[in-house]
């Protein structure tokens, strides 16, 4: 084998902004290219119920010994309640195996090895458009992805129609790919009608659905965003969930998150999560612990629970607010385009609906950076930046 033989690999364009970015000099640039939520001031702060959680855990660490392949057992079972709900049935009758894993990417990449070792043939279906890494982690599994219609760029809607006349054709051995909110990149979600439809589609079709919860809490609520989780797990025998403690606790260079499969039956779940336990040995045998930690401190404890509830309203109104906020400065520059689109969605991202060279250009003339396909994160506006940002949209169109 020899390694002069290889061939670069594309740049990922985000990163490539970034690098951009910060050897731009312009006085009023603006990053709208990373997904990471940013207060006023531009920062990523660590939230105070982490703090406090973090120096219970430096008082109380005794070991630094692997804790095991599926993770902290209190964290597994906190994150499934917090996921599904502690009532829910799935929960109630013993059908829920969750392992924590290293990031939501890795819980992406647990399920994708996991599907795999059930069904060598499956095909994954994915939401056209869906998070730009989706498609590389379930290829790199070997696993064959297709796409189901998702998003109207031209109208700025759901093509729910087109959706489900395409998910009728599934197979029932195949597996479905769902964002449970705050949808990565449109920031156009399901309405709690369209999530009962889909969930009697799986029902009916026979397809497993696997659910992406990146944002919760970072839509409409804790419970809120949950809704599409526990609508499905109350219809369907067979669900995998993959969710993510990065956004709503801030832990992003922590790397934790969870994969929690649902079986039809508590014997059923305990075969499947044998199998789960086997990919996540053969990937990477034990998950990183202080996350899990953190997050585990702060869901035991009623007022640390209380606090990130309060620290994650402030940066889902933050969020919220600047799509407002955005809107309202375009119609105030007297814009005749139509925006109102942006402050219908949720969570951190949205496409501009701007042209290629139109982002090319706002780029070059007003220092904005976003990826081509004009999606922007939404947390990168501010009270200090948003009328310029608006004036140089204005500009450009």
């Known amino acids: ?33 990373v997904g990471v939520y940013k207060d006023e001031a531009g920062n990523t702060p660590i939230l105070a119920c982490v703090k406090a959680a973090e120096q219970h855990r430096i008082d109380t660490e005794e070991t630094k010994v692997y804790i095991g392949p599926t993770g902290s057992a209190d964290f597994n079972s906190l994150i499934s309640e917090l996921c599904f709900g502690i009532t829910h049935q799935v929960i109630e009758q013993n059908r829920v195996r969750t392992v924590s894993t290293p990031g939501g990417t890795g819980a992406l990449r647990v399920a994708a090895d996991f599907i795999k070792r059930v069904n060598p043939n499956a095909v994954i279906w994915v939401s056209d458009p869906t998070w730009a890494n989706h498609t ?75 659910i992406d919860m990146a944002y919760q809490g970072f839509g409409d609520g804790v419970d809120a965003d949950a809704y599409g989780v526990r609508k499905v797990a109350d219809t369907v025998s067979n669900l995998i969930l993959c969710s993510s403690c990065s956004k709503n606790f801030g832990l992003y260079r922590e790397r934790i998150g969870a994969c929690s499969i649902v079986g039809k039956d508590a014997n059923a779940a305990d075969i499947a999560f044998s199998v789960l336990l086997y990919v996540v040995r053969c990937i990477y045998s034990m998950p ?90 939404i947390a990168g506006i501010g009270e200090g930046n948003v009328e310029y940002l608006a004036k140089s949209i204005a500009d450009i169109l």
């Not at 061939?7 to 990053?31: C, E, F, N, V, W």
């Not at 990149?185 to 397809?207: E, N, R, Y």
């Not at 209380?306 to 105030?332: P, Y």
């Open 136 to 210: 590389g982690l379930f290829e790199a599994a070997g696993i064959t992805v297709k796409t189901y219609p998702y998003y109207d760029h031209e109208n700025k809607t759901l093509k729910f129609e087109e959706m489900l006349a395409c998910l009728e054709q599934v197979s029932s051995d195949d597996v479905v790919l769902l964002h449970a909110c705050c949808h990565n990149p449109s920031g156009m979600d399901l309405t709690q009608a369209q999530w009962d439809q889909i969930a009697v589609l799986a029902k009916d079709k026979g397809f497993t659905p696997l």
């Open 288 to 377: 990183p612990a202080h996350g899990a930690a953190i997050v585990e401190t702060i869901l035991a404890s009623q007022e640390l629970k209380q606090q990130w509830l309060d620290e994650l309203a402030v940066m889902r109104n933050r969020i919220n607010g600047n799509r407002q906020m955005l809107v309202d400065q375009l119609k105030a520059l007297g814009v005749k385009r139509d925006f109102s689109f942006i402050s219908n969605q949720k969570g951190m991202f949205s496409f501009l609906g701007i042209t290629p060279d139109q982002v090319a250009e706002i780029q070059t003339k007003h220092s904005v950076y976003m990826v081509d396909s004009s999606r922007i994160s």
């Open 1 to 33: 084998m020899k390694f002069d033989s290889l061939s670069p690999m594309p740049a990922d364009p985000i990163l490539g902004l970034m690098t951009q970015y910060r050897q731009d000099s312009h006085p009023q640039k603006i990053d709208l290219g």
